[in-house]
C-alpha cells in the first residue's frame, strides 16, 4: 500500500474524529510558557467550529493520531471490524500541522483522540507526547484538549493533565449494560476511577494554587464526557438521570450528547436510522435546565410527560404548560429563582429584571426590552399595566408554539 502524505492523512483523520462533539475550549486560562515567551492564546479568535458559553465562536484542529484500532465497538466507524481507510500521523506531524495551523491564525487550539493502538499505554503516551512537546518544546500557549484512554495507566493519564487545557473521557452509553454489549472492551468501573482520579487531581491543583501561583496547573478547563443518543434505546429520563450522577460525582463541566449516525456494516443490534437530530438539542436544554436553572429531571420528565422530552417544544415550556396553574408569574415580585421557570426568560435576562426593578416598576415594553422575545413571554407573566388577556389553556398555547407541518419537515 503507498504510503500516505500529510495532507491525505489529515483528510482521512479529521472526518474521523468528526463523531466526538466534546470539543468546546471554555473555562481554561491563559498558560504561561518556559521563559515567559511563546507562540498562541486561548483567547483568540480563529477547521472545527465550537461555541463556548459565552457565545464566542472558536476553532480546533480537531483529529485523531490515528483510525487504526483494536477495539471493536459496535457503534463506532473506526472499529477493529470496520472496512474503512486508515491512516496514521506521528507525533511529529501533529505537532507540526498544529503549530502552522495555529501561527497562519485557522484554529486556536487541538482537540486529539485516538483510535487504540499496540496498548492503551503505548496509544496514551504518544498523545502525552504531543501535548508535551507543543507546551515544551515549541512554547505553545494555545488550548489542549486530550482525549483521554481510561485504560491507560494512571501517571499517563495525571502527565496528560499537566499539558492538557481540557480532558475527556467518553463513558459512551447511559448503563452498564448497553456498555458491556456495545463495547465490550470497555468497563463502566474503570471510566468511573479514571474520571474519578482526575477530578481529584483538579481539585487538587486548584487548591494549590490558591496558595502558589507557581503550582503545576492540571486541567484548568476541567473534565468532560459524551454520551450517544438513540444508539441502545435509552429513554431521555435514563440519559439525563445518568447525565446528574456524573455531574455530583466527577464535576463534569459538560455533558455532551451525540446523536447515533449509522456506519457502514453495522451490527444488526443497532438501529437502522438515527434519531431525530431535534431530540439531541432537547436533550442539551433540559440538561442547561437543571445545571442552571434549578430544575430536577424528575420535573422535566414526570408522570405527566413520561421518559421522553418533547420534540415539539422545548423542555422549559413543556414544563410550565404541564405546570398552568403557577402562572402568570408577577415580574415585579417574584423571586429569581420562580422567573427562571417562566418560558422566555433566561439568567441574565432574569439578572437584568432584579436590577431593574430595584428602582422602578416594570411594564411589559421594559421586560421586552431586557428579554429577548415578548412572543412566549407575554403569556407568563404580569407586569406593571399588563395581565393575559383571557386565559389560555395549556391544550391551546401548545398549538400556538408547536411548530406548523412545513417546519416539522425542515427540523
Avoid at 464526557?225 to 435509552?234: E, H, K, L, Y
Wanted: net charge positive.
Amino acid at each position: 500500500m503507498a504510503q500516505l502524505g500529510t495532507i491525505e492523512k489529515l483528510a482521512i483523520l479529521s472526518d474521523a474524529a468528526k463523531y466526538d462533539a466534546s470539543c468546546a475550549s471554555s473555562a481554561t486560562t491563559k498558560r504561561d510558557s518556559l521563559g515567559g515567551k511563546g507562540i498562541g492564546s486561548t483567547t483568540g479568535s480563529g477547521i472545527c467550529h465550537s461555541y463556548a458559553p459565552d457565545g464566542r465562536c472558536i476553532s480546533l484542529l480537531k483529529i485523531l493520531l490515528t483510525n487504526f484500532c483494536s477495539y471493536d465497538c459496535v457503534f463506532c466507524i473506526n472499529r477493529s471490524s470496520s472496512n474503512v481507510r486508515r491512516a496514521r500521523f506521528s507525533v511529529e506531524e501533529v505537532v507540526d500541522l498544529t503549530l502552522n495551523f495555529y501561527k497562519r491564525n485557522y484554529i486556536e487550539g487541538l482537540f486529539l483522540s485516538s483510535g487504540i493502538i499496540r496498548s492503551p499505554d503505548y496509544t496514551m503516551a504518544e498523545m502525552v507526547r504531543v501535548a508535551e512537546s507543543l507546551r515544551v518544546d515549541h512554547g505553545f500557549r494555545g488550548y489542549i484538549h486530550l482525549k483521554l484512554i481510561p485504560s491507560a495507566s494512571p501517571d499517563l493519564v495525571a502527565r496528560a493533565g499537566l499539558f492538557a487545557d481540557r480532558v475527556s473521557i467518553n463513558v459512551e452509553l447511559p448503563s452498564e449494560v448497553s456498555l458491556k454489549r456495545f463495547a465490550p472492551e470497555k468497563r463502566a468501573p474503570e471510566i468511573g476511577a479514571a474520571m474519578g482520579r482526575l477530578r481529584l487531581g483538579i481539585e487538587e491543583s486548584r487548591e494549590a494554587r490558591r496558595t502558589s501561583r507557581k503550582a503545576p496547573s492540571f486541567a484548568p478547563a476541567g473534565q468532560s464526557t459524551q454520551m450517544i443518543v438513540g444508539a441502545d434505546g435509552a429513554s431521555d429520563a435514563a440519559i439525563l438521570d445518568r447525565s446528574a450522577q456524573l455531574y455530583g460525582a466527577f464535576g463534569l463541566k459538560r455533558v455532551y450528547y451525540s446523536a447515533f449516525s449509522p456506519i457502514p456494516d453495522s451490527s444488526r443490534h443497532l438501529p437502522l436510522s438515527e434519531p431525530p437530530l431535534m431530540r439531541e438539542h432537547r436533550l442539551y436544554q433540559a440538561d442547561w435546565l437543571t445545571r442552571f436553572y434549578g430544575f430536577e429531571v424528575e420535573e422535566i420528565l414526570d408522570a405527566q410527560s413520561g421518559d421522553m422530552l418533547d420534540l415539539d417544544i422545548d423542555p422549559k415550556l413543556a414544563w410550565a404548560l404541564r405546570h398552568r396553574g403557577r402562572f402568570p408569574v408577577d415580574v415585579n415580585r417574584a423571586d429569581r429563582e420562580t422567573l427562571l421557570r417562566v418560558p422566555g426568560l433566561g439568567a441574565r435576562s432574569v439578572k437584568r429584571i432584579l436590577e431593574t426593578r430595584r428602582f422602578r416598576r416594570l411594564r411589559l415594553e421594559d421586560v421586552g426590552r431586557l428579554a429577548r422575545s415578548l412572543s412566549t413571554l407575554r403569556h407568563f407573566i404580569v407586569a406593571e399595566g399588563w395581565r393575559p388577556g383571557a386565559a389560555l389553556d395549556a391544550d391551546r398555547l401548545r398549538q400556538r408554539f408547536a411548530p406548523r407541518p412545513q417546519q416539522l419537515a425542515l427540523l
